[in-house]
C-alpha cells in the first residue's frame, strides 16, 4: 500500500487503472477531465493495459462502453453534468442490458445558467436509470467505491452498472492523502471479468432485439428490480470484505455519525457530510444533540435503514444539493417515501448549495439550530425551504 | 473466402417483399461467413428480423438504438482487439440512422480509424416510421413530411446528401457506392471492403416498395434505371483519394431521368411539372460532366 497525494479525479483514474478495465471510452468535460488525462497517461506509459476510445461525444462513450461491456471485456468511462444527462438514453440501455459499467462522474451545475461548480442535479436526474449510485465524501472513498462496484455490479445475480459521484472542485480538484492499494490485492478482490453473455461467434446470440407487450419485457423488467435489491445484500457484504482484505471499513448503504440518543439528524450525500460532522462535533460539545446520516448508496435507497435511523431522533432534516421542480428535493421525497407510515416524527426538507454555493460550518449550524426546534415543538414551520437565497434575512 | 453456399440471414424475417435490404444483408454476410459480429442501427432491417424470440440473424448480432451503430462497432472493435480476436465487424444502418442522426458516431469511427465495415443500405428516406424525409431522400420525392401541394409542388426541395464522398473526405480505407442490380459489382465490391484493414463503408441503393410506391416485382429494374440514369453513379474511393476516384460502371447510353422517375409513386406529382424533372436530370448531367471522366 502506497500514500500519495492525490485530487478526487486522480483517486478515480487510480480506482480504475487498479481495476483493470479492458476498454475505456471517454470525451472531455470539465470537471471531469482530468481523469481521462491521467488515464490517458496511464495507458501511454504502459501502466495500465486498456483499449480507449477517445470518442466524439458522452454518448457514443457509453455506447461504446455497452459494445465493449457486451463483448465481454471490462469497462470503465467517466464524465460529468452535461455529458452525462447527453448519456441518458446509453444509462437506461447499459443497466437494461445488464452490464456493469463503472463510471465516475462529477458532480457539475446544470446549465442555464453556465456553472461549472458542483451541484448534484446532473446525476439525480439519472436515479431511475436502473443504475447504481454512490455518493463520495473523500477522495478515499472515490477510489475505494470503484473496486467495490465491480465486485458487487459483476456479480452474476447482480449485473448491473454503477456510477460513483464526487462533488466538483471540493473531491475533483482537491488533493488529499489517499491510500492506493496494492495492485495483488485488488486483483485478488475484483477478479478476472467473467461475462455472463457476450457476442461470440462461436455461439451466436441476439441482443437488443424487438419485443411485444405479450413478450417478456415486464419480466426483464422485474429481475432488474430483484437484483437491484440483491445488491443491498451485496453492498453490505462486500463492504465488510474490503474491511478485511484493505483494512478501511465502509458503512454499507449509509453511514451514521453521533445518532445514538441524537434530538436531530441531519441527512445528507457528499462533501456536505463532512463539514456537518465538523459543526456536529462542536454543537455537541455545546450540548446540543445533533446527529447525521450520511446516504453512500441513493441507488439502491436505504429504505430498512432509514426506518431504524428515524427511530434514534424526534426529526429529520434532508439537506439536498439539487432541487426536483414540483415537490421537494430527490432525497427528501425518497426519505419520506420510505418513511411513511413508519414514524410520525417531522421531516424537513433543506435546499442548499446550488450552482456550487459555499456551504460553509455557519449555515449548517443556522440548520442544526432551527431542526432542533422543531424537534423540540414537533411542528415543521417550512416543509420545503432554500437556505441562503440573497436578501432572506432568516439565513443571513 | 467466402461462404456463397450458406445463408447467415434466415428467411422468414418480416421485411416486405420487394424490399432490397435482406438481398444486401444476405449477400454480405455470405461474403463475409460466420467470423463475424454484426451491430445493426434502429430500423426496418432490426424490427423485422429480430422479432423476440426468433431472428434471423446466424451470426452475433447487437442493436444498441438508432444514432450510434458507429460507436457500438468502435466498442466491440476495441473489445475484440483487447482480447486479440481477429474478425468481421459489419454494422448495417439505414439512410437516416447513418446521414442523420447517425452521422456523428460515423464521422468519429471512421476518424479514430477502427477496423470496421460500415454498410448504408440507403432507401431514401425513414420507411420505419412511415416514409420521413431523411438527408438521403432525392430532389422532388413526396414524402410524409415532404408533401406535395399547392404551395409546394415539387416535395423535397434539396439535393441528396453525398455522403460517399463526404465519408471519403474522412481518408477511410476503402468507400463505395453499390447496387445489387449490378450483381457482379455489388458482389467484388462487399468482397474487396472485407479485405480491406481499417474503417470501411459502403453506400449501397435499397428500393422500398411501400415508401417508393413502386410495384415489388419491378425491384431490381428500378435500382437498375437508378444507375443507368446516371442518378445513383456507381464508383470506388481508396485511402481517401477522392481525386482519383474511380468510376466502376458507365452507361454506355445514359436513360432520361423521367424513366426512372415514373416507376415509382413518390415521383407521380413531379411528372407533371417538366420544369422539375429537368431540373433532376440537370442535376445528374452536372455530376457527370463534373465526376464521369473519372
Known sequence: MAKMILTGNESAAWGARLSKPKVVAAYPITPQTSIIEKIAEFIANGEMDA?????ESEHSAMAACIAAENTGVRTFTATSAHGLTLMHEMLIWASGARLPIVMSVVNRAMAPPWSVWTDQLDSVAQRDTGWMQIYSENNQEVLDSIIMAYRVGEKHNILLPTMIMEDAFILSHTAEAVDVPEQKLVDDFVGEFEPAFKLDPQDPGGFGSLIMPEGPYMEFRYKMALAMDE???????????????FGRKYPGLVEEYRTEDADAIMVVMGTIASTAKDVIDALREKGKKVGLARIRYFRPFPYEELREIVKKADMLGIVDRSYTFGYGAALYTETKGALYGHTDKPIKNY????????ITPDVLVKIFDNMLKIAKDGVVDREIEWVGLHGDERWS | MSYENEEFFAPGHGMCAGCAAPIIVRWVLKMAGPNTIVVNATGCLEVATTAYPRTSWKVPWIHVAFENAAAVASGIEAAARAKGEKLNIIAFGGDGGTVDIGFQALSGMIERGHNVLYVLYDNEAYMNTGIQRSGATPYGAWTTTSQVGDANPIGKLRPK??????????????????????????KRKIEKALSYEGPRFLHILSSCTTGWRHDPSKTIKILKLATETGLFPLYEIIDGDIEHMKITYRPKEFKPVEEYLKMQGRFRHLLKHPEYVQKLQEDVNKWWEKYGKQ
Do not use: C, M, S, W
Not at chain 1, 351 to 358: E, H, I, K, Q
Open chain 1, 51 to 55: 483499449r480507449y476510445i477517445r470518442v
Open chain 1, 231 to 245: 445488491a443491498r445484500k451485496e453492498i453490505r457484504k462486500v463492504t465488510e470484505e474490503f474491511a478485511e482484505v
Open chain 1, 351 to 358: 435546499v442548499v448549495g446550488l450552482g456550487g454555493r459555499d
Open chain 2, 161 to 186: 446528401k453525398p455522403i460517399a464522398r463526404i465519408v471519403a473526405a474522412h481518408n477511410p480505407t476503402y468507400v463505395a457506392t453499390a447496387n445489387p442490380a449490378f450483381f457482379q459489382d455489388f
